[in-house]
């Protein structure tokens, strides 16, 4: 019976997201903890001694907010803390101060672009954000490499964050993955997280059963849409080590049901990604397990006023300025998706087109405003800067191990270097060179060109002496070329450019070696 079965994956994801708060959730202490060295940020409170008495982060509850805000949630009118009460080693309270049944917000979504690049398709998904709530957050344990040891380092105890709850909506590994990194976007958009997986500013837990698919309509209700007993996977620090992990299960879960033995209650499971496994761990806990009750030492929190204020501060968001970038600068999509990716290179990119076109206005050649100028260019433009800031200024400063906030290169500079390469002063082998004087030394591309001698060489005499050497030294490729055969022409123009190094006007020197070649 269960062998045909057609089994489709219900997936749903808890996420908690480290704010980037001056200090801890609930007490004064630096909330740099994990640059310190270990037990140093901590007090009273935050270690849980008895008679210390907690005191809410605003900056924490804004922070939540304005994740609610971005995340499209209905902002609950009042929310007040619990108590989470269970035992860890790096739990130094012995409970947590967490939310349980008034969070801050609940019932938003996440519209997600989802590309598979393996079955080459893209479709959106809408997934449905159940609720947001704010918490402190554990100690963080270092286990000996004796395996018989375990150190704590209390640093990161009381540290504030966010645990944003979806429903189970997604459908597929790729779904999950792509939902967390445009999460880790936004995060960072919104500046109230660095939102890092590998550092643990982000963490995720992904839960996932399996149901039956019933193609019958009127049978899409009752056991074909209930769900089934869940398995949570922990320890998953990475996007890739998500979809790694749901792949995994979804299979290790289609063997269960097709042995007739499907998971008959919850499970939590660690992720070995050195196997490439999942492991089991404990039976999964519910709610009541956890003996919620209100926090009696902190007051309920009146949200409204606060989130009002709030929604005007909310800075344009990933995908918004993803298809602003398109439709307005004329980038592909695959383009935008990178550009938009961090923040500060966005911000370049937009002051690189805002100086760009007004060099554009100050050349004699050109006519028109800015506005006239981009409308009548706006797909030229947007080829040109896309592809010197991706492709050759990005290989650049990877090379050189820096990124958009250390680079030296300023927007006004970077778009006097393209204007160059528009007019053709500057060919793609001398642009390269100049670009990454630039990167390294900073400053003004035309003072470069003049100080290291890179103009481009486009006078028709001095080619013309340079061109007739090559020539002399080649005979049978000239040869070839009479003989019908075009690549030679490309090799004679290489010796030209390596003679040349690189600072011939190709155009011009390609015309005058037809001419001499007849």
């Given at each position: ?224 849409r209930q769900l089934n007993p869940k398995t949570e996977i922990k320890n998953l620090n990475s996007f890739k080590a998500v979809e790694r992990a749901l792949e995994y299960e979804i299979m290790r879960q289609k063997k269960l049901w ?261």
């Open positions: 019976m269960f062998y045909f079965m057609t089994l489709e994956p219900v997936i749903g994801l808890e996420i908690h997201v480290q704010l980037k708060t001056k200090s801890k959730m609930f007490c004064a202490c630096d909330n740099a903890g994990e640059n310190a060295p270990p037990n140093t940020t901590v007090c009273s409170v935050c270690m849980g001694h008895p008679g210390t008495l907690p005191v809410i982060n605003r900056q924490a509850v804004e922070y939540g907010l304005f994740a609610a805000i971005a995340l499209n949630c209905r902002i609950l009118k009042s929310s007040k803390f619990d108590r989470k009460n269970y035992f860890y080693p790096d739990l130094p309270k012995g409970y947590q101060i967490s939310q349980y049944d008034e969070p801050i917000a609940e019932k938003g979504f996440l519209e997600i672009d989802v590309r598979d690049a393996k079955e080459n398709e893209r479709k959106s998904a809408r997934i449905h954000i159940a609720r947001i709530h704010l918490e402190d957050d554990a100690a963080k344990s270092f286990h000996g490499e004796n395996g018989k040891s375990t150190f704590v380092d209390f640093n990161r105890a009381g540290t504030p964050l966010i645990e944003i709850v979806t429903e189970p909506d997604f459908t597929s590994p790729l779904e999950a993955k792509t939902f967390l990194q445009e999460l880790r976007n936004i995060m960072r958009y919104l500046d109230i997280s660095n939102a890092d997986m590998e550092k643990g500013h982000l963490r995720c837990d992904a839960n996932i059963s399996l149901r039956e698919v019933i193609d019958d309509p009127e049978k899409e209700t009752g056991f074909a097709q042995a007739g033995t499907p998971p008959a209650y919850g499970t939590t499971r660690g992720w070995n990604d050195a196997e490439g496994v999942t492991e089991e761990q404990r039976g999964k806990e519910e709610s009541h397990d956890y003996r919620y009750f209100p926090e009696p030492d902190l007051p309920p929190l009146e949200l409204h006023e606060i989130a009002d204020a709030l929604r005007e501060k909310i800075p344009e968001l990933p995908i918004a300025r993803r298809e602003r970038f398109v439709r307005e600068y004329c980038f592909s999509s695959a383009d935008a998706r990178i550009l938009t990716e961090d923040r500060y290179l966005a911000d370049f990119t937009e002051a690189v087109f805002s100086e760009l076109l007004e060099w554009l206005t100050s050349l004699p050649e050109t006519e028109g405003t800015p506005e006239e100028i981009l409308e009548k260019n706006r797909s030229k433009l947007g080829k040109l800067i896309s592809g010197w800031l991706l492709s050759k200024l990005s290989g650049i400063m990877a090379e050189q191990k820096i990124d958009i906030r250390t680079l030296k290169i300023t927007p006004e500079n970077f778009a006097e270097f393209l204007t160059l390469v528009y007019q053709n002063k500057i060919n793609s082998t001398m642009g390269l060179a100049l670009l990454r004087e630039m990167v390294i030394a900073g400053g003004d591309p035309s003072q470069i060109i003049e100080e290291k001698g890179l103009a481009q060489m486009s006078d028709a005499s001095e080619l013309e002496t340079i061109i007739d050497l090559v020539i002399s030294e080649n005979l049978k490729v000239v040869a070839d070329f009479k003989a019908g055969k075009q690549n030679a022409l490309q090799f004679l123009l290489g010796q030209i450019m390596k003679k040349t190094k690189g600072s011939a006007d190709l155009q011009i020197a390609q015309d005058l070696l037809k001419k001499k070649l007849g």
